[in-house]
């Protein structure tokens, strides 16, 4: 009988170790551990067996369940090891793959512009100042030798926050600020910003638009380093493909007083709907500081002459990337966006 065991035993473990599945171990367990297993009929033999042969085979028998037991638990484990590799390499990741490509923002062309022309003043020694764009009337118009009533100031009507305050007309203000900062000092500052005008929308006009201010003071400053200061930004920024002229014109904050148009873009000066038949497109006004502002801010101009310029961004922006409509700047159009 105990021969038999033996048997048995190699049998079941044999069986056991080449099932493939958690649930045909199961079966095979019971076939050899169950009520229907042949240790049931060595069971029934035993009733004919000595004392002495009884406790042999109770020990037999029980070092066979332990046995089959053990190889069970051994298989269990194999499989289970096996159920997680199958599963690791089904879930495996390929790192190697591309990912997907996640679309970067880019710069509005308007910050483009102002960052091209403060890298180009920089360049030139100048600093960058800033002002509020609530102004006090103070600063936009008094210090710029535009008293309250003087006719120049219809030109560039504004939003009142109150008849003392008002959203900023140009960055102009930002001449008077930096001057009663820096009082009896040299200056060479230029200054981007908002500013805004109840100045009807059209194709190169909007009620909101940016400038970028300039304003130099010494004691040798000329309308030549004017001329040649603003020639040379012109060249950087449009290189030698426009055509610029420089026009007498009027501010009240500088004499004399220059307008500088580009050549349109669109008729390259023919005359065009853009730029309303005349061939060209006006970007900046400039001049010499006028004594009465220098005066104003504690400057004598007997000692201290300068320049001073106000640069529309937006018009140059549209001459430099061919732009035919100003109001392209504030819709928030993507694909007008994604293209700078
Ligand atoms: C002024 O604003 C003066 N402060 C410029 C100045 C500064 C002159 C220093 C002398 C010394 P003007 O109103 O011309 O000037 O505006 C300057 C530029 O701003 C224009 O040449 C134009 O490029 C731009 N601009 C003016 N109005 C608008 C508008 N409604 N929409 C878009 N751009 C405008």
Redesign the pocket.
Known sequence: MIKKLVELQEKAKTEIMAVKTMHNLNEVKSLYLGKKSPLQEVLTQMKDLTVEEKKEMGIAINAFKQAVEEFVLVKRDLLQKDLINEKLEKEAIDISLPGVKFKDANYHPLELVTREIEEIFIGMGYNIAVGPEVELDLYNFEM?NLPAGHPARE??DSFYINPTTLLR????PV?ARTMLENKNKPIQIICPGK?Y?R?D?DA????Q???V???VLGSNVSMADLKGTLEYLLKKMFGGDRVIRFRP?Y?P??EP?V??DVSCFKCNGKGCALCKQNGWI??????M?HPNVLKMAGYDPEVFQG??????I???AMLKYGIDD?RNFYTNDIRFLRQF
């Open positions: 710029l030109m560039q007309t140009h960055t102009s001449q500013v005008r100045d929308d190169t006009h909007s009620h638009f940016m400038q201010e300039g304003l014109s501010f904050f500088t007083s307008e500088v006006e970007i900046l006004g400039a001049g500081v320049f001073a310029f106000g640069i529309g937006e018009r140059v100003i």
